[in-house]
């Protein structure tokens, strides 16, 4: 299987879905307020309300689950050592199981495992957003977003445009990737033997020539864009112009009563 189909974060999922159309913005500050208040807030409890509330607009926006979950399959690794590495050190409450000086604990199962689907929601979510948004679309919201630091010499166009160009190639660079190590597994390489330093240096011949890729690719991007005259800034006129609608207003209030009862959740139940 590539790789390539593992991977959700950069990749557009097109639909005609009312998240779809919301506004860019909308998205973005609903997606950052999600993230603070997934941090902010403690408990299963108040988790289980927030994974609800991704799977409910994963619905509305009519994007498989499978799709969404199958942004996990690179970080399971991440996700399992997280586990593993709170579930054998924090130390509190009921001795579960013991051999030697391994031992587990009940708060580390439980702080293992919360911090496990605090990973899993973190990825889900930013999924959705980018699934959800094109990147023009990603890209006018970042620039009018950041737009007011540019009276303070904030260059609001070019990290707007930096960052999206770059979420727009982890897809194209991991298919490269791909490439590039099934042609080297057929000329005889060998990628997964050996202990984890070993398989790190196996690895060394890939990344060659995936970096002079990307830089080809980069130069090839600064030249199209050179020669279709492209001029960023406040001058730059837009095919599509962002505007509010009542439907943006709406998802902002659902959003923050849902995020409140969240806060309520983690701070009072």
């Known amino acids: ?26 998205k973005l500050v609903l997606s950052f307020a999600f993230i603070i208040v997934l941090f902010l807030v403690n408990g299963f409890l108040p988790y289980l309300w927030l994974a609800a509330l991704v799977m409910v607009v994963a619905q509305i926006a009519r994007v498989p689950l499978k799709i969404m979950l199958r942004g ?12 593993l590495l709170h579930l054998f050190t924090t130390r509190g409450g009921t001795v579960l199981w013991q051999l030697g000086f391994l ?20 990825v889900v979510a930013t999924s959705l957003l980018t699934l959800t948004t094109s990147p023009i679309a990603l890209t006018d919201g ?69 970096f002079v890729s990307a830089f080809r690719r980069a130069d090839e991007l600064a030249m199209a864009m050179e020669a279709r005259a ?30 409140g009862i969240a806060y309520f959740l983690g701070r009072w139940v």
């Open 230 to 259: 492209y001029r960023g800034g406040k001058h730059r006129t837009r095919l599509k112009v962002l505007k509010y609608t009542a439907k943006d207003f709406w998802a902002y209030f659902l959003a923050a009563l849902a995020f």
């Open 142 to 210: 970042l620039e009018r977003i950041l737009s007011p630091g540019a009276r303070f010499g904030l260059p609001a166009h070019e990290l707007a445009m930096m960052m999206t160009i770059a979420l727009r190639f982890i897809p194209t660079l991991i298919e490269e990737a791909d490439k590039i190590m099934r042609a080297q597994l057929a000329r005889g390489a060998d990628f997964e033997s050996g202990g984890l330093i070993k398989r790190a240096k196996s690895l060394l011949p890939l990344l060659v020539p995936l």
């Open 103 to 122: 031992r587990i604990e009940s708060n580390g199962l439980a702080q293992g495992a919360f911090l496990a689907f605090r990973l899993i929601l973190l």
């Open 72 to 83: 996990l399959s690179p970080l399971k690794f991440i996700i399992a050592l997280t586990f």
């Open 1 to 26: 299987m590539s790789i390539l189909k593992n991977v959700t974060i950069g990749q557009y999922y097109p639909g005609d879905s009312v998240v779809h159309r919301l506004d860019p913005r909308t």
